[in-house]
């Protein structure tokens, strides 16, 4: 079972859930926008067999403040900043959609922190068709704000964050969802090839593939780990 904990990580208290032997590699989950970190709940036991998990709610998200001000850069200065709190110097990490975005940013201004990287159905930083959303009904677990910040940002990415992507040194998995999901897979395919060392797996499920298809996303990345850290 998960253990709660929450860090401040300049000003701002970020909340997430650990499980896993102590001594085992770290490996952090960033989740997609709109969630958080129980998102991960039904592929988390069979990740934490042999490392740390460390699933955040990243800000604006769950259990974390929600301060009003929303950036992917943002997001990505918190989880540097949650490294360095925890003292948690190399990690694995896994990014899903947004997270996934996340997760590249990181990996590209902080290289020698990441080992292993494992974007799940995230979108190549190309302009797309922007479209209005729609905020439900009723209680939300995130704070509705962040949705139009990011969304901006996915809809008009900086022209930098695709040539970022070639300053990554952490060997690249990249889990696409197939015809199914609304992301490109086109983009998705064009990511991994970006990526130094990235390789692409297609799970044919849609975009939430580690809920659709938990043991197929857990042995594929599970076997991508598995050289350095099993």
Request: cysteine-free.
């Amino acid at each position: 079972m998960a253990d709660h904990h929450a860090v401040d990580v300049g000003g701002i208290r970020l909340a997430y859930q650990v499980t896993g032997p102590p001594d085992a590699p770290p490996l952090v989950l960033l989740h997609a926008l709109g969630e958080n970190s129980d998102d991960w709940a039904a592929v988390t036991p069979a990740l934490a067999r042999g490392r740390r998990v460390y699933a955040l709610d990243l800000r604006g998200h769950g259990r974390s403040d929600r301060p009003g001000a929303y950036s992917l850069e943002l997001m990505r200065t918190d989880v540097v900043r949650f490294l360095d709190a925890l003292g948690l110097d190399r990690i694995d990490l896994i990014g899903h959609s947004m997270g996934g975005a996340v997760a590249y940013l990181l990996a590209a201004d902080v290289p020698r922190r990441v080992n292993r990287l494992v974007l799940e159905d995230v979108p190549l930083p190309l302009p797309r068709k922007p479209t209005a959303p729609t905020r439900p009904e009723g209680d939300l677990t995130f704070d509705w704000e962040v949705v139009p910040a990011i969304r901006r940002q996915i809809d008009t990415p900086d022209p930098e964050w695709l040539e970022r992507l070639g300053r990554i040194t952490a060997e690249s998995l990249v889990v696409g969802g197939g015809p199914a999901s609304h992301v490109p897979q086109s983009g998705v395919a064009e990511l991994a090839r970006r990526l130094p060392g990235g390789r692409l797996v297609t799970i044919p499920v849609g975009h939430l593939v580690h809920h659709a298809a938990p043991e197929e996303f857990t042995k594929a990345v599970s076997d991508f780990l598995l050289p350095e850290n099993g």
